[in-house]
């Protein structure tokens, strides 16, 4: 078998999947911790078109909340905070015990600290001008 390497930005959801399940599983054997539970909360309307969302892994008695984003109209009116209270809630039933996520100093960080996250780590100058900021809470 002759193996090479392919960069494909915009490759299939199916591969992406594939690798994302080969860690998963990796992880999970290598821990003996097989209760991977992903959480997909969306914002539609009423004709069932996509406004936003959040997506969330548990696994190790962690949640990872991965992405929230919402349309520019939707914000400020309380769907961020129901979003992570529904996720929270969720990995509470899960058994997780924490939660950590990630955000941009041009994003979300005091939204995050009002719902009692704190921040852990800092990248500064990622983007050059800007700090990537690592944040947990104790569910």
């Known amino acids: 078998?002759?193996?090479?390497?392919?960069?494909e930005p915009t490759a299939a959801n199916a591969d992406?999947?594939?690798i994302e399940n080969g860690i998963n599983?990796?992880?999970?054997?290598?821990?003996?911790?097989?209760?991977y539970h992903p959480i997909k909360l969306f914002l539609r309307d009423e004709n069932g078109q996509l406004h936003g969302g959040l997506i969330a892994h548990l696994w190790g008695s962690w949640m990872?909340?991965?992405?929230?984003?919402?349309?520019?109209?939707?914000?400020?009116?309380d769907y961020g905070?129901?979003?992570?209270?529904?996720?929270?809630?969720?990995?509470r039933i899960?058994?997780?015990?924490?939660?950590?996520?990630?955000?941009?100093?041009f994003q979300a960080r005091p939204?995050?600290?009002k719902l009692g996250y704190q921040v852990y780590a800092e990248l500064p100058d990622y983007p050059p001008?800007?700090?990537r900021y690592y944040l947990r809470k104790v569910l």
């Open 1 to 7: 078998m002759e193996i090479h390497i392919s960069s």
């Open 16 to 18: 992406v999947d594939f």
């Open 64 to 77: 990872y909340i991965e992405l929230v984003w919402m349309e520019e109209s939707l914000r400020g009116h």
């Open 81 to 91: 905070t129901q979003l992570i209270q529904m996720a929270e809630a969720e990995a």
């Open 94 to 105: 899960q058994g997780c015990r924490n939660c950590h996520l990630d955000t941009y100093s």
């Open 25 to 35: 599983e990796y992880n999970m054997a290598a821990t003996g911790d097989r209760n």
């Open 129 to 131: 001008g800007y700090t």
């Open 111 to 113: 939204f995050y600290e």
